[in-house]
């Protein structure tokens, strides 16, 4: 691939076609053209003049009005206040300067968009803004708004990056031999601390940058991490791209050292993933620091990652390095997360790697996609592969669930369910507020406590990841399950104390999932050795874990607090409703693969314990005859 | 591993042991501790003391003269010509300050060292310095004296490199979990371009660094070197050690570019690989300006490689990183070819590498050792290791080839044999001088072109490293077969070409050994259309090489010459005479392992044909029940 000047030769084509352009500047932005015009009708016209110019060009192009012919947002906000009719109910109003749309949240979009209102074309002809009217989000997420509001802040920086991540993206590619090559970082024949770095002669990509979920991780810094500190990954600096697949902990929880160590390229990940990224992070430092630790990294970490972050949709390719070209595809696991196909070099070679992943329709998710173009290696998780790994489907899992709290209720206790905040939170209060709903339990309480309304928030600001049927019960129908009066936000200290102590019966959703600290914790001193009240596990307990050790049944559990050691009986009724799983179990992790196209000429087979891992690869040999390994973390496989 | 200021300790035990030490200086170098010392009666009894102290101190220990009480060298070695008689023949002095010895090689040592003479106790006495009389090597060689000369030049600069070394390997280990990584760099499923990188949490250790045999080398630049651009082994100066098995370029060609390239620390090799090494690279580098090729490194950069050059003995055991003792075994291939066993952390995990391997008794050379005291990890050579790879025996390869040149001579011919200088050279000699000697082949001259007589002297000058028999046959017994009036070495064009132009029956031993370049090429062009001509190989043909095409059957070779491509009819007869490698064949092979002491848990096949590592791995699994692999290049594996 040799060096192109792709600005100039875009120049040349404009000038070629629309000779009175107007245009102010041509400049990269990642892997994108932009082109700033003051000619409005070239503006208009975009979409169909830029995918022509891609088209000579082969590289995306995108058109934007030059900012002097746009009312400035200020005055523009203003001018559009005073159109739009009262009644539309006007939540909130914001620019994207980039598409050089006005974003306009209403509560009534049709008064505004109606065919006989001229509202949109006075706004147009006024402020030279292109409205875009969409429904105010049901439920307020300060996620969303905090990262929309910083990356407004740090616009001019971005633009650097993005220009500077641009000229790179068109340096040619070194010559000679070409080669594909998988180290295993994290989370192989284990689960926890997710990592994996795809190279090429050419390009280093660091796929996920988790951390284990374990108890023991703020006693020994990066004893929790991946093998960052090997000479494949250092400096962080060499690294080309970062992609994420999702935002739980054990895939994102140490993304932003990256950046405090001397990172300082792009992450692509879904816009969802972002907002709920920062915000587990943003917990993970919050509760470390209440649990007297010292997080790996701070705040302003995950400012900069965020600084980084470029968003993707499904299905949408982009360069991402000199050589690799990425796509994300729906992964059905939890809120925007994906699997990652990398396509290497002009043909040469396609790399998918599964993420977590789902493959069957859940309350929440479509089913992980797996079609893709092209496959010649695939990582597939394998978190329920074992051999009697069989999860039950989601309507017995609902009956489970609502038999244990109706048989907890009956004897006078509550129910502690300790959740990951994104997932399977969302999945069970779906199914607590049908079943209270439609009397199959009484009504009573449910308390959630550790960001899960703030997930569930962003949940609602990203429809377009739901399934239908959801996406619709929360803005077409207005039946939105997640604003029901069952639900009740714990905020502070007082109330969780009140809660711990109250004789009603009541259901707590608290985190983290696994039991390694959060706010779980404190039910669950409470309650410990008390046999009315019920402990559920509905999600994946990892090796190392608190919830581990009680769902397998320890009598006594250890804990630290303030420095100490205490022992706790564990009298509490310990039950397990399976079925609840954002992760595929083993049948549907070999409907997935007997079912993928193409299909793939090597499997690698990533998080999942240890020897099962090893197992699940030797069952793909045998049944579909496709080679297939476990690596060991530190390995490094070639693969073209 | 805490941190031990082993100076400061060492000090204090002398003091304690030793009142009167009258130390004047204790300093790291290398792994060893030295101590000067003025007290002569102190350095008389050094290697008790030191043994005392090195076993409190758990360090190798040296005592050596203060530089202040020995006469200074230049007046020594006066007064030494004067003290020893004539008849004993002085052929060199030189003084090594670091034993306080001096080395005297002479005709006749048994006039200085008999017991009726008082001429060593009247060196010792004048000059203070020990005197160490030996034969004076039968065999001139440059490489010896000037590689000898530059060491002594260097000699500051090699101190302060121990002393930074020394302080290197006494820093503690990285706290934190232990691991064992290899990393294939070249000559995995492949012949040439040798190069394995042995990584731990606290060491980076490169076995090897050799290129390509192939004649497209010096056509793109690198395109015959091992992977030394992943980020593995950059940059070099990461690298904690080098370890050289022995001195063939497809092991020792790319050693120097590691110097050119920032890499500064120590090579690890024994005393004749030192200087083989610099002779072959030397070489590599005149022959390849001599075809209008650009070497990738200059003469100063095998300087460099001297400089940092540490020569240990078979069966030495020394501290090379904070955590791996390095111990070289006879390998049984080349004058001081090694095996390679690395002791990791204490006890933690022992690794074995063959190197190049002959495990039967040559003509020149013990067979190869196949006991350690502790090896879990092995990695073997498998040049010889497929289906069909049955080489014969000693006895027969020397029939064979002496009924070649018969057949050749009686119809007018000449031989021509493409050799390695190294190895190969010296056997063929063995027996050309043998066959001449009893009658079997009639006399004729015996032509060594490309520096085989420098290496066959070298061979001469290390006569420890050469068998028994052919140790006393050069040193006792003064029949020293290399210098039968047999051979005669060319040096000149001239020579070259009335040699190809003669009528006369005549052998031709020249390099390269594969036909890849050198003055083989001169003798081959002239010869390749005539009949009455034989070209034998004697030795393994790589993948790649103008010998392998030729040896395979080809009736006509394209040849570049001075840019200018020719193409060459080949009508003189192609034979081999199998038997001569210093290769172990298959039996040998596998013998090696079923006797090796002790089982390793996991044999690595590297080394050898593409397929044939792979297939010799799944012999050694089913023959032998040990877990065997071939990685590839640019493949990880986690032995720890």
């Given at each position: 691939m040799a060096f192109r000047d792709y600005v100039s030769e875009a120049k040349a084509l404009f000038d070629k076609l629309l000779p009175d352009n107007q245009i102010t500047e041509i400049d990269y932005e990642g892997p994108t053209?932009?082109?700033?015009?003051?000619?409005?009708?070239?503006?208009?016209?975009?979409?169909?003049?830029a995918r022509q110019i891609a088209q000579e060009l082969r590289r995306r192009v995108m058109i934007r009005p030059d900012p002097s012919i746009m009312e400035p947002e200020k005055e523009a906000e203003e001018t559009i206040r005073n159109i739009v009719p009262a009644e539309a109910g006007i939540q909130d109003i914001y620019f994207e300067p980039d598409t050089g749309e006005v974003i306009i949240e209403a509560d009534e979009p049709s008064i505004i968009t109606s065919r006989s209102s001229d509202v949109i074309s006075r706004i147009k002809e006024k402020t030279k803004w292109s409205p875009r009217v969409v429904r105010a989000p049901p439920m307020y997420s300060r996620t969303v708004k905090e990262v929309r509001e910083f990356l407004r802040e740090v616009k001019a920086e971005r633009k650097k990056f993005l220009h500077d991540l641009g000229l790179k993206l068109n340096q040619p590619t070194m010559p000679g031999e070409t080669w594909v090559r998988i180290t295993a970082l994290g989370g192989h024949r284990e689960v926890g601390r997710s990592a994996t770095l795809v190279s090429t002669n050419n390009s280093k990509i660091l796929?996920?940058?988790?951390?284990?979920?374990?108890?023991?991780?703020?006693?020994?810094?990066?004893?929790?991490?991946?093998?960052?500190?090997?000479?494949?990954?250092?400096?962080?600096?060499?690294?080309?791209?970062?992609?994420?697949?999702?935002?739980?902990?054990?895939?994102?929880?140490?993304?932003?050292?990256?950046?405090?160590?001397?990172?300082?390229?792009?992450?692509?990940?879904?816009?969802?993933?972002?907002?709920?990224?920062?915000?587990?992070?943003?917990?993970?430092i919050k509760v470390a620091h209440a649990e007297?630790?010292?997080?790996?990294?701070?705040?302003?970490?995950?400012?900069?990652?965020?600084?980084?972050?470029?968003?993707?949709?499904?299905?949408?390719?982009?360069?991402?390095?000199?050589?690799?070209?990425?796509?994300?595809?729906?992964?059905?696991?939890?809120?925007?997360?994906?699997?990652v196909h990398l396509h290497i070099g002009e043909g040469l070679y396609n790399v998918v790697l599964s993420g977590d992943v789902k493959f069957e329709r859940t309350w929440l998710f479509n089913p992980a996609n797996n079609r893709f173009p092209r496959v010649e290696t695939f990582m597939t998780e394998s978190t329920?592969?074992?051999?009697?790994d069989y999860q039950h489907s989601r309507q017995e899992a609902s009956n489970t669930l609502i038999d244990i709290i109706n048989r907890t209720f009956d004897r006078g206790g509550?129910?502690?369910?300790?959740?990951?905040?994104?997932?399977?939170?969302?999945?069970?209060?779906?199914?607590?507020?049908?079943?209270?709903?439609n009397g199959k339990i009484k009504n009573a309480p449910v308390y959630l406590d550790g960001m899960i309304m703030e997930a569930t928030a962003i949940h609602a600001a990203y429809p377009e990841y739901l399934?239908?049927?959801?996406?619709?019960?929360?803005?077409?129908?207005?039946?939105?399950?997640?604003?029901?009066?069952?639900?009740?936000?714990?905020?502070?200290?007082?109330?969780r104390e009140d809660i711990c102590d109250s004789d009603?019966?009541?259901?707590?959703?608290?985190?983290?999932?696994?039991?390694?600290?959060?706010?779980?914790?404190?039910?669950?001193?409470?309650?410990?050795?008390?046999?009315?009240?019920?402990?559920?596990?509905?999600?994946?307990?990892?090796?190392?874990?608190?919830?581990?050790?009680?769902?397998?049944?320890?009598?006594?559990?250890?804990?630290?607090?303030?420095g100490k050691q205490i022992k706790l009986p564990v009298r509490m009724a310990v039950e397990t409703a399976d079925g609840f799983s954002g992760h595929s179990d083993k049948r549907q992790l070999l409907a997935y693969i007997a079912t993928m196209q193409p299909k793939p000429h090597r499997i690698l087979v990533n998080h999942g314990d240890g020897e099962k891992t090893v197992e699940f690869a030797k069952l793909i040999k045998s049944r579909f005859g496709i080679e297939a390994?476990?690596?060991?973390?530190?390995?490094?496989?070639?693969?073209?």
């Open positions: 053209i932009v082109v700033y015009t003051k000619n409005i009708d070239l503006f208009s016209r975009r979409d169909d003049i796929v996920d940058c988790g951390m284990l979920n374990t108890n023991e991780i703020d006693e020994q810094p990066w004893a929790g991490a991946p093998y960052l500190y090997v000479p494949e990954v250092q400096p962080f600096s060499s690294l080309d791209a970062v992609v994420l697949t999702h935002a739980h902990l054990d895939h994102s929880g140490l993304l932003p050292i990256l950046f405090k160590y001397g990172y300082d390229g792009p992450v692509y990940m879904t816009a969802p993933t972002r907002d709920l990224a920062a915000l587990l992070q943003q917990d993970y007297g630790h010292k997080a790996p990294y701070e705040s302003k970490h995950i400012r900069e990652m965020l600084k980084h972050t470029i968003v993707l949709k499904y299905n949408e390719t982009t360069d991402i390095t000199r050589d690799v070209r990425l796509t994300f595809y729906n992964a059905g696991h939890i809120l925007g997360s994906a699997s329920y592969a074992g051999r009697d509550s129910v502690l369910i300790p959740v990951f905040a994104v997932g399977r939170s969302q999945e069970v209060m779906l199914v607590l507020e049908d079943a209270m709903r399934n239908k049927t959801l996406r619709e019960s929360i803005m077409v129908k207005k039946e939105n399950p997640f604003l029901s009066p069952i639900f009740k936000r714990v905020e502070t200290k007082e109330q009603e019966n009541q259901i707590v959703l608290a985190t983290s999932g696994m039991m390694n600290g959060g706010p779980v914790m404190e039910y669950f001193k409470a309650w410990v050795d008390d046999s009315r009240h019920t402990l559920v596990f509905v999600g994946y307990q990892a090796e190392g874990t608190l919830g581990r050790k009680i769902q397998r049944g320890a009598t006594e559990v250890t804990l630290t607090e303030g390994v476990a690596l060991r973390n530190l390995e490094t496989i070639r693969l073209y």
